[in-house]
């Protein structure tokens, strides 16, 4: 049975408002995670320890019903680890390969900066081509594959920065701050109502609102969204005039800006349109582009960040009307 837009949108609504129920206060990080995986894409999650980033990851596992792993990325963790080894059973059968924890549908890669380069590119293949090869041998991964990764963004004794090409599978890098005062009221509440996350045996945080299929139905309603010839501009302005900035030693590349797009079309399903607005694209251009720049250094010494920089093309280029 295929679902209509509208009929997506409100599925959806019920996994975004079961989830805030959970995650007070996040409801635009909420929203870009739904977004991502929407897209088909991966997300990289930063903030400081304490914000919920875990727990966020966890619940919408719960309220789609899909299969979840998590993987806390060490120093010591290798390839193999991620993605699976073969092993000697005997002599009949030889060798059989062993799936490794990247073999799901939901995949939190919780403090991927804490593993070595070779770790976090074995992650690579997987998130770019939805496949792990393995012994001569490449192995699908589930349609719903999607890497949500964590990285705290003050500790970096011990961490390993994501180089650029690993960035740059990450459909966005969500930005998790501390939540207002009144919903972090409402979080004590809970709490003190007997909610406790980390309680051993606490497998399901919330009961399911939407089954896996449910999810691929969503996720294909993408496919239906148009895009109008000015908004492809409008997108395309965008990206462009990162390249051009003088504040910047590395624009936006093509790949961004088809991700811009694709994210704009995710945020329109979310919001039950067949058609993508200049705000959608507006709304996602910071947690899509900003770690796909690289600002030029004198201006990182004066503490400016790559979000001032796409903040300032956005404000510079015209929306279409």
Partial sequence: MTITVSE??????????????RIIGQDAVIEDVLVTFLARGHALIEGVPGTAKTLLVRTIA???AIRFTRIQ??????????????????????????PGPVFTDLLLADEIN???AKTQAALLEAMAERQVTADGSSRPLDTLFTVLATQNPVEHEGTFPLPEAQLDRFLMKIVVG???????????ELHESGFDPERGGATRLIDPVLT???????RALVDQVRVAPEVREYIANITRATREDPSLVLGASPRASVALMRAGRAAAV????????????????????????????????????????????????????
Avoid: N
Wanted: charged share 30%; hydrophobic share 40%; with cysteine.
């Fill in 73 to 98: 990325f060490t120093p010591d963790l290798m390839p193999a680890d991620v993605t699976g080894v073969a092993l000697y059973r005997d002599p009949v059968r030889g060798f059989e390969f062993q």
């Fill in 62 to 64: 719960s309220a789609m």
């Fill in 178 to 188: 501390y939540p207002p005062a009144e919903a972090e009221l409402r979080m004590l």
């Fill in 8 to 21: 997506g949108s409100a599925l959806l609504s019920r996994v975004r408002d079961a989830v805030a129920t």
């Fill in 212 to 218: 896996a299929d449910q999810a691929r139905e969503c």
């Fill in 114 to 116: 804490r593993a070595p």
């Fill in 270 to 321: 979310l919001d039950g349109r067949e058609y993508v607005t200049p705000d959608d694209i507006k709304d996602r251009a910071l947690p899509v582009l900003r770690h796909r720049l690289t600002l030029a250094p004198e201006l990182e010494v004066e503490g400016r960040t790559t979000d001032d920089v796409v903040s300032a093309v956005l404000t510079r280029i015209s929306a279409p009307v």
